[in-house]
């Protein structure tokens, strides 16, 4: 009859463990997500360009170059400059397209770069510039881009196979190790306080 008691005594602390394991982890994978879909409530900015291979020819170097500015956000990024430069390069020809077409903005031209000044960008929506440069030196493979408005500063867009975090997958993760690990602590402290 010891023996049972005993037993019964061992499962009763494992399954008080296991509850509140359980309600601490989903507490805690609770407020991550809540966390990050708040941050997921805002401008999103990202940017890409290509990369390429500039064509020499005696002297002289010429290449073709684009970038693209995106909102991959859930809201509205205001003011946004985005910036493109060629360096060492002399640009020939432009091209602005924004989507959608009614996109707001007013552009500098400078010998290497082009700087854009969008009044807002809203979510889904970007800019891709599209340049023809020409250099009497060697031009680079990559263009230089920036962009940013008063909130964020624009990150570059992963490239499609590269590693990215799925944070909602993390929280879950770390909710289910921190139901094993609190578990196990509780019923180590309870089996303890009984056999102490």
């Not at 693209?68 to 859930?74: A, D, H, K």
């Not at 809201?75 to 060492?88: D, T």
């Not at 500098?108 to 510039?129: C, F, G, H, M, R």
């Amino acid at each position: 009859m010891a023996d049972n008691n005993k037993y019964g005594n061992i499962w009763v602390s494992i399954l008080i463990a296991v509850a509140i394991g359980i309600v601490i982890g989903f507490v805690n994978m609770g407020l991550g997500i809540w966390a990050n879909q708040i941050q997921k409530n805002e401008p999103g900015l990202y940017y890409s360009f290509n990369t390429t291979i500039p064509i020499q020819i005696e002297n002289q170097s010429t290449g073709i170059y684009s970038a693209s500015v995106f909102n991959m956000g859930n809201k509205s990024a205001a003011n946004v400059k985005a910036y493109i430069q060629i360096p060492n390069g002399r640009i020939i020809k432009y091209n602005i397209e924004c989507i959608p077409p009614i996109i707001s903005y007013t552009e500098q031209i400078k010998v290497d770069s082009i700087t854009l000044y969008l009044t807002s960008l809203n979510p889904n929506e970007k800019v891709a510039i599209s340049i023809l440069a020409e250099s009497n030196t060697t031009l680079p493979s990559e263009p230089v881009v920036y962009a940013r408005n008063s909130e964020i500063t624009a990150t570059k867009l992963p490239t499609p196979g590269t590693f990215e975090i799925n944070w909602n997958f993390l929280f879950i993760w770390s909710a289910i190790m921190g139901i094993i690990g609190t578990s196990l602590t509780i019923w180590n402290l309870l089996y303890r306080k009984k056999h102490a």
